[in-house]
């Protein structure tokens, strides 16, 4: 069944993205729907046009970005942080607070301190996982998870109280400074300058990871952290700790983006759970950085295309949903059968799941 | 995409974004059936998109605006600074925010004023509560919340001048679990009136109070947002309700002879957009001299004779900056 | 009339790039123990793993008692009477030693009862029976290389399988219990089953085998009864003819004469690692090392025999700052080499390539980079170095780790140690899985670096007690978590076993 | 606290408890086979559709209740062929099985109710009570007077304790979530193990969803699942992947989130914000004193076999 080597697996990849569409095109039929109006709206929102790849498809995937990219190195460290989402909300809030009170402040002051502000807010707000993790034993798993939870009540909380809009009714902050929002990076576009920082901050640590001491070290504690012990000497607590805290600051950074570059307040329900999406948006890049810059473009494609599939075709908000889901999975199927291609290249398959004469155990 | 009919005189395209779903059976769906009456009505080509985040506001504003359509309905205060910050690109569109709070000539909050419904179940709720203690569910403490919550307690008053007044959040409006949750609880502190604005979720208060009665205690719910006595036609003594479609057509109506904008519109009793309707199934356990006070006060409010209090949020409004 | 329990003709498995087996055969007869040697990387483990079910051949037929069988996984083996002791372990760290042993044993038939309890009685037999003992309601995490090389025999002796295929089991074993599992090796072929063995020491093989199957570059060179060779003869069939002559040197240590010169002594300089009454404790909290004070010197081979678990991990780790103790002073210098007990776990990274591999030991290196920066250039070159040095068979050094074979994964450990041992090598045993030549030549270079003026102290800890005679120039013993000076008349096997029994059981 | 508060309190943690429970439970059996299930969302979201359409369709709510546990064992099922077959990404695919159940769910619910909804009007589950031990002072009634589900994630945690830890097929089952090659060496077949555990755990969400649509809520709403399944992977961690400590864990929660509507219903004048944060406080403390480490099954999320 899996047997499979040279062309196969190409015909095998597109097989299941035909046998994915024909299931999304019999679901859509079925509930009364235009498969085709619905393959053409979402085509044409994502990338039909260049205002709708600029303005919708690239702003969609920055905040994909920034978070595809807090969970990759954190990933690469075995840290399983899935706390990008409370991380975002913290750093939001920074970014808010601070682009409200420094008003008085020039643009080029301002604009980065309210960036900074959201990444050490993220990483603080990873902190106590992070210390949880190092110091009590408790895993991050859970504790992430629960600190997205109590992030999010937070944001909620500070929208209605301490940082409410003056007046006092709508849940949401006042505007942020104009010297606070981030430029546009293609002008008359919606594309603010918030992209180019990511993808900036993609090919850093690409570079960071590849090449340096540190990242090294990252990369090995990840592998094995046993191994990087006893054959590397290498510290791992301290290398869990600057990752997670990294990874915090990644993710508050896309909060702080988002604020600065697009909504320049903050109101409740900011995140739709992009903090969770990210950790599909790292691994489908095999936690590769670089690669997250072209997942979150995917996701920021398929999300555009999915608001023009409810627009343009009419088709209600939950079979989008669905829609998406099965692209995911299309996408999902199709990357594994290349993989499995380009390595049985080198070891013809085995179907009974056979391993290595001499399995190395992680 | 029907761009020909778009040239056809006196169609025009209408759209509407929605912040939840329109299977909600409430507050969305009530939008989305003023959407297809504009369709059915006026011959309005019309669309439909549901978003979630801030950002997403501005995307559909513009992707909305940017292939002609006319007149856009929002369907919460949430869009409100997306909306102004649309109108201001694009002087051809018509933006109606529902609750918003600032206006521009082609950017109209739709402010229903659901306060007067509320206000009226209070008295109700007040006037049936035999532990003078009475409770409010909410999902979000968004301001057309607190506003209807604000009324209740006030026209509790009016009845009862003690009434003790609960409210909780669920901080949800999908999670019916927890809304009957909230419910079980205030009604272990007693109270025996609930009304909800959770929307979606109101289900749970409903079953929450029919399980007490199945219990043997006595208690009473009331509706919300859309007439939903036949939701629970057992428990539920009345519901207030806004005629949101109506309100619609009325408001796309304005807009076709050019008269929209520049000003907030406000949809109460007196439009009759606002009401408060009775349950029929339950009209004998509702005391006569009750009703009658509540259908006089009720007048008073159609009138214009009597305001009722609520959380002041458009520009302009006393006490808003 | 002995019947072939197994056949296996033509096989031919590739890699990648690298051809494991070449059309290798392999004709097993009940009533038999068949030895299996080779160099590291000559397909032995592969071979093995076919008839084991974990390798499926491209090519070739394999016959269990007569009839032709696919194999579909180990549980087809196990079906058709194969068990097999792989050549690293295939335990559940996290279960017991009990659960481990009642593992897959004919869960479907009675799933509902837990299968320790009838496990444990066969257990303790067989442990009675073969020697091998070992504490089986420990966590297998918790064993030493040694207790889980029983723990893989025991389970795979425990189903009593017609056909018993053992990849280098005896490697971490005690001389006394090599020669016990060898006694029950033999005694099952008594029994008609059939015993397949790999091991690199020819002696030992040539101790046991009725016949003996020489595999080279995947295929089969030479199957012959015992009488029919010499260990010469083996050892070129190894290597072929015409490297054969540059490999004598080899042949010595493969048959337990001494090879390394233990001179470095002569040189021993300034002390490079102190010791200074440490204590160390295990994760139980027991004492692992009770007042332990110890000198090394540049130029010495400080050999530690001793049954393991006495406290020689405790000692490692200290000697190489992996631990710092909780009583006592330990200095170590900063140039120190570890080759750790189990290389797959603490020596490399298998989803990492040798490049990378060769990192962990460089990357805080100065000459690794500069300031934060890696020069991956540069510990290519030193990869390279170490491989082409020490022979690591692999398509190149941007393979992954977990590809190569047992010898060769331990060839880059070795090799990658060696190379930044400047002030000390702590080496557990350094040369489990090497072949002849590589034992050979880990043996050779120890001798070297520590005759070299300036060269290294050397601690060796290993089991194999011909390799800390040939190689020391300071011998002691650990037990208890003690150690004990061996007086230079009892350096013989026999009195350094009289010296590490007497401290079995320990007195803390 | 009054007695009354005390026991109303109870009640409704028990309440809110066993869907986070019989979810937990299932989750924790997937994960000691090494697989972890985000999808699990999705289970319990066609858990209660199912349970729902299937209630209505027989007028019974037991049979809706069966309906709902095939529903969250068929979105399960999708979330193995893909995970455990294919060896897709268990994340990845979790994250698409979770937005396909809540998506799949709303579409079928609004084909059959209308695309504006209906407030759904099902058969309950009613409260059982056991004689005797519902009379027991405070506790009583919160454990003994709950619908047949409850009951039901009561009896699984020991049968699942037992399962695991006494009998050969949960030896495996664990063999088989921390050392799959090991497994399979010892003649496991550690697919079928892990694919079976996967449907298991997908059931028992499916019931946790029919419980809340049919013995808690009585109708079904979309999204109405509300982040549960979320929930429910936390609950397995702080349960140690120990069903009986899961059954617990589980019933903490259910306290901590009861606590916060009681709390709000005495009227406390606080944020509700934080009121809503409490449970996940109350967690984050209960772990920081939760001394000794706990460890996940050391294969779970990894795609096996490695290679092929
Ligand atoms: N990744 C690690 N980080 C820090 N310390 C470690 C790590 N792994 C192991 N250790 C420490 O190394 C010591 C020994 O490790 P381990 O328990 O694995 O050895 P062992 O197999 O028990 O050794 P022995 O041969 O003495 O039985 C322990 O004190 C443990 O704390
Ligand atoms: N899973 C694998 N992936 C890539 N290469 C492999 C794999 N398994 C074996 N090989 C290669 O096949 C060759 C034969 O390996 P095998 O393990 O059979 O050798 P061996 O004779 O057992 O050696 P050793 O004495 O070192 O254990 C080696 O070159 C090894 O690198
Ligand atoms: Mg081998
Ligand atoms: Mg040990």
Redesign the interface.
Known sequence: M?EHGGRTAWVVGAAALAATAVVAAV?LWV??YDPARAAAAMWS?AFGTR?AFV??TL??SV?FLLTGLAVAVAFRAGVWNIGAEGQLYAGAIAAVWVGIEGAALPAWVLLPAVLIAAGLAGALWALIPAL?KLR????E???T???N??GI??A??LV??PLQE??G????TE?IADAARLPALVPGS?LHVGFAVAVAMAVVLAAVLR????G??V??VG??P?????????DAGAVVLATFLASGALAGLAGGV?IAG????L??????GWG??A??VA??AALNPVAVVGTAILFGALE?GA??M???A?I???????????V??AV??T???MR?RV???????????????????? | TGQQDAETPGTFRAALLTAGPVSDAGWYAGAYEGLLLLRDSLGALVSHQQTRTPAEFDEAFLSYASSGYDLIFAHGFEYQDAAMRAGERFPNTTFVVSGGGRFADNVVPLIFELEEGSYLAGMIAAGMSRSGVVGMVGGVAIPPVEGTFLAFEAGARTVNPDVQVLESFTGSWDDVAAAKEAAVAQLGRGADVLIHNVDAASFGVFQAVRETVAAGGTAWALGMNRDQNDVAPDVILGSAVIRIPESFLETASTWQTGTLGGRPIYAGASEDVIDFVLNPQLLDVVPAELVAEMTAVRELIRAGELTVPRVPFVEGEPGVR | MTPVLASLRGLVRRFGSVTALAGANLEVFGGEVHGVLGENGAGKSTLLGVLGGVVRPEEGELEISGQPVELRGPRDAWRHGVGLVHQHFTLVPSLTVLENLSLGRDAGASGFALPQTRVRPAAERMMARTGLSVPLDELVEDLGVGDRQRVEILKALLREPPILVLDEPTAVLTPAEVDSLFDLLRELARQGRAVVLVAHKIEEVLAVADRVTVLRRGRTVLTSERGGVDPHRLVRAMVGEDAATQTAVGLGAATGGVVGEASGGLLAGEVVATLDGVRANRASGAAALVDVSLQIRRGEVVGVAGVEGNGQRELALLLTGRLSPPAGVATVPDGVGFIPQDRTVEGIVGEFDLVENMALALHDDPDAGRGMWLDWPWIRQEAEAVRSRFGVVAPDVGARAEGLSGGNQQRLVVGRELRRARDLLVAENPTRGLDVAATAFVHAEIGRITSVEGGPGVVLLSTDLDEVLALSTRLLVMTGGRLLEVPEGSRTREGIGRLMLGGLQPDV | MPETDLVLFLEAAVRLGVPLALAAMGEAITERSGIINIGLEGSIIGGALGGALGALATGNAAAGVLAGAGAGLLVAMVFALFSIGLRTDQIITGTAVTLGGLGLTGAVYQARFGATGTALTLPTLAPMSVPGLSQIPWIGSALFDQAPTAYLSYALAPLLWYYLFRTAWGLELRAVGEAPDAAQAAGVRVRWVRFWATLFGGALAGLAGAHLALAHAGTFAENMSAGRGFIAIAVVVLGRWNPLWVLVAALLFGAASALQFLLQALGLDLPYQLFLALPYLLTLAALAGWVGRSRAPAALALPWPKER
């Open positions: 899996y679901l509930g009364g929102g205002g303005s919708v702003v969609r905040p949880m009590l034993g408790v895993g798993v859970i504790t998870i629960l600190m939870f109590v009540n937070f909620a909380y209605h109280g003056p007046r009714v709508f849940p949401q505007q919606r090449w340096t001491r540190w090294f070290r990369r090995a592998a094995s046993r191994a990087a012990w006893a054959a590397g000497r290498i988002e697009l909504t320049y307040a109101y409740e329900g900011l995140s739709p969770y999406t950790i599909a691994l489908l555009a608001g023009a409810q627009r343009e009419g209600p908000a939950v079979w989008v949903v669905a829609v998406e889901a099965l995911i999975l999902l199927a990357d594994q059968l499995t390595r049985g290249a080198q070891t013809p398959g085995d179907d009974e799941g056979n391993v290595s004469p001499e399995p190395a155990r992680a």
